[in-house]
């Protein structure tokens, strides 16, 4: 099974196959590698009035963290220093891509790209990184089919950089319409700015100038991958939408949407870079292996920090999926512990004595603990795969991956 012991109650039926299609993308799978045991060695720290177990004597390589015994980590190295001159060539291409005729749909666009809001550009930097960590020798049947390593290539990789951005940034444009966000990045959402449709318009022109950008690269493979994104991007918030009371209970259906929703862009994106580097198969689905581990651990812990985390931390509301009645990872365990907590999440959110409820549930459970475990056996994973790569003896290419590997540590002990 895909997941970390502890899901035999948890409704399975629906989407079955999706447990074993994850599972066939992992390179070296085994079934003995999903089985986990945890130390009792544990820290404690006190969040939103009740404790999070914070659990890092995990027994077996899988739930080490990876990097502390990595051969890849030598040296302490700051992952978003190592491409912050490119990650400013990167923003400021960005800012001008996204101007419009009309004023207000480019004050709109220009929104979350302005300087001070843009975010942790965290997508970016992967991709850079990843496009360093790849710039080895390609096999020549590959290579005849791909750029040569060249300026014009690392141009190429950069605006896939780009286009990943504005897929990310449209997406949040039109999550903050659906949810009636109030804020995020720290200020306030566009469509509490600028309303609704000007909102949604704005995600839309995003989405269309990154088409454009994506056009240009002329290469039909990366075209192929992200025009998927976009479609699991929909069917991921569709997912979320319109779940029954069963998949609304199921990790495997919470993990396929995860997918969808956040880690498909990243793993496809990271597959992109590799592709236009004319890398073989095999190293382009190690990229992807990376972006979706990645992923599926950076969105593990926002459904964490969203009951661990403060508004002010987050730069935007803390308790929002509970409040919107999204059932996450740490409530998923928390109903393996105690069935009745069930009940609770079929009745809905909408009566707030149904969140203390749940809230009160998941303090007593090993829910938010459980959530970072299954986080940091997907940090495991990214950084397993790129131990993977072919080795290199060029400096720049290891020290971009072990920034890459250094990113999977971060992600699991982020605290915003």
């Not at 978003?80 to 480019?106: C, G, H, I, T, Y």
């Not at 409530?331 to 809230?359: C, H, S, T, W």
Request: overall charge neutral; glycine content about 6%.
């Amino acid at each position: 099974m895909l997941f970390s012991r502890g899901f035999r109650r948890i409704p399975t039926a629906t989407f079955n196959g999706f447990s074993r299609w994850f599972v066939s993308h992992r390179p070296g799978y085994s079934q003995s590698q999903t089985t986990t045991h945890c130390s009792r060695d544990s820290t404690h720290k006190i969040f939103g009035g009740f404790e999070e177990s914070r659990f890092w004597g995990f027994a077996g390589s899988r739930y080490q963290i990876h990097h502390q015994s990595s051969s890849l980590v030598e040296e302490e190295l700051d992952p978003f220093s190592l491409v912050a001159d490119e990650l400013s060539l990167v923003a400021n291409r960005l800012r001008d891509m996204v101007v419009a005729e009309v004023p207000k749909l480019a004050s709109a666009a220009e929104y979350f790209f302005k300087m001070g809001v843009e975010g942790k550009r965290f997508r970016p930097t992967v991709l850079l990184l990843m496009a360093t960590a790849l710039n080895v020798k390609v096999p020549e049947p590959a290579k005849a089919l791909a750029d040569t390593l060249t300026p014009e290539l690392r141009t190429r990789q950069q605006s896939v950089a780009e286009i990943t951005e504005m897929i990310h940034v449209a997406s949040l444009l039109h999550d903050d319409v659906l949810d009636d966000a109030e804020t995020r990045r720290g200020v306030g959402s566009l469509n509490c700015i600028m309303g609704n449709k000007v909102s949604v318009l704005a995600g839309d022109f995003l989405l269309s100038r990154a088409c454009v950008a994506l056009a240009a690269l002329k290469n039909t493979e990366v075209v192929t991958l992200l025009a998927t994104v976009l479609e699991q991007l929909v069917t991921g918030e569709t997912m979320q939408m319109t779940c029954t009371s069963e998949q609304r209970c199921s990790m495997e259906y919470y993990m396929q949407k995860t997918y969808y929703k956040t880690a498909s862009l990243i793993s496809n994106s990271c597959k992109s870079v590799a592709v236009i580097a004319g890398q073989t198969t095999e190293v382009a689905m190690l990229a992807f292996e990376y972006g979706k581990n990645l992923g599926l651990a950076y969105q593990l812990i926002d459904d964490i920090l969203d009951f661990t985390g403060t508004s002010a931390s987050l730069g935007k509301g803390s308790l929002s999926d509970i409040r919107h009645g999204i059932v996450t990872a740490p409530l998923l365990y928390a109903m393996e512990e105690f069935p009745q907590l069930r009940a609770v999440v079929e009745q809905g959110f909408e009566n707030p004595k149904n969140v203390d409820i749940a809230l009160d549930y998941l303090g007593k459970s090993r829910g938010i603990q459980k959530a970072r475990e299954l986080a940091i056996k997907h940090a495991n994973l990214a950084a397993e795969a790129i131990e993977s790569l072919p080795e290199s003896d060029d400096e720049d290419v290891k020290r971009s991956r072990r920034a890459l590997v250094d990113l999977t540590q971060r992600v699991v002990t982020r605290t915003k």
